[in-house]
């Protein structure tokens, strides 16, 4: 029953945010006048300097989705600098579905670190170079969350694709409402070459920004998800949808050409024996 990813079909759940008012959808959590929303709720930046970073969370939880924010990450010398976009629910077993940036020096490439967690485990991470240069523009980074995927995309490119396997023993995120996450923040002691490479606060303040949020999801509300089931059954949405043979020869591209690390390859990292997802096709 595959549907077509590229491009989004016009039947969708629910609109919540398609003017990207960050006043009406976020709430900035942290960091003392850090965090700024900008030109008429347009725009959000989030500023890190030795003091502090910042952080914003969405109003709402949500329960499946296709999640869509444009980024522009930090210029220059961004060592030891981390911008974090997730969903996350709360709690030990907790779901979260991440895009971490980790910076690095000027003139060497971003790393796109993803990882989902299920049920409080992770360690499923898949890391990539981006083929631009994620500081110089905006860029659409994007969640397809829906009950048998979590598509990860970049620029509507799909680059990760985490399957519901738990007919095979292993956990999906797929009963925890998540809300949407961001923050900026100093990781020197491991984001850049293992944290080798510390920040150099000379170049305080950094911002990232942030623009044309956008949740075509389920709003998760006292105890229940707003999603009719008649629109559930439509195959034409998201919620239906899975990676076409042309999207995945797209993300077959990005992870030849950019991956640079798969949990699912990292013998040495799983001496027991690979997680059991990284053997099923």
């Not at 399957?163 to 923040?185: C, D, H, T």
């Not at 629109?231 to 998201?238: I, M, R």
């Amino acid at each position: 029953m595959a549907s077509v990813l590229f491009p989004l079909l016009a039947c969708s759940l629910m609109t919540i945010a398609w003017a990207g008012n960050f006043y009406q959808d976020f709430d900035i959590t942290w960091g003392e006048g850090r965090a700024k929303i900008l030109d008429n709720a347009q725009l959000l930046t989030l500023s890190l300097d030795k003091s502090s970073g910042s952080g914003f969370q969405s109003k709402n939880e949500y329960l499946f989705g296709k999640i869509d924010m444009q980024l522009k990450l930090v210029p220059g010398n961004s060592a030891g600098t981390v911008t974090a976009y997730y969903l996350s629910s709360q709690g030990p077993s907790h779901d979260e579905i991440d895009f971490e940036f980790l910076g690095n020096l000027s003139g060497d490439p971003y790393t796109l670190h993803t990882n989902v967690f299920t049920q409080g485990k992770g360690n499923r991470e898949m890391q990539f170079h981006l083929w631009f240069d994620p500081t110089k523009d905006f860029h659409t980074y994007s969640i397809l969350w829906n009950p048998r995927h979590v598509i990860f995309m970049v620029d509507g490119i799909p680059i990760r694709d985490f399957k519901n396997l738990e007919s095979r023993g292993v956990a999906f995120p797929k009963s925890q409402p998540m809300r949407i996450y961001s923050s900026l923040w100093n990781a020197d002691d491991w984001a850049t070459q293992g944290g080798r490479i510390k920040t150099d606060w000379t170049n305080a303040p950094f911002t990232a920004s942030y623009r044309n949020f956008n949740a075509d999801a389920c709003i998760w509300s006292s105890g229940t998800s707003n999603c009719p089931n008649s629109q559930k059954s439509d195959n034409a949405g998201w919620w239906n949808q899975e990676l076409d043979s042309a999207s995945q020869q797209r993300m077959r591209w990005a992870q030849q050409n950019y991956m640079i690390y798969n949990y699912c390859t990292d013998l040495n990292r799983f001496p027991q024996g690979l997680p059991p997802e990284c053997s099923i096709a």
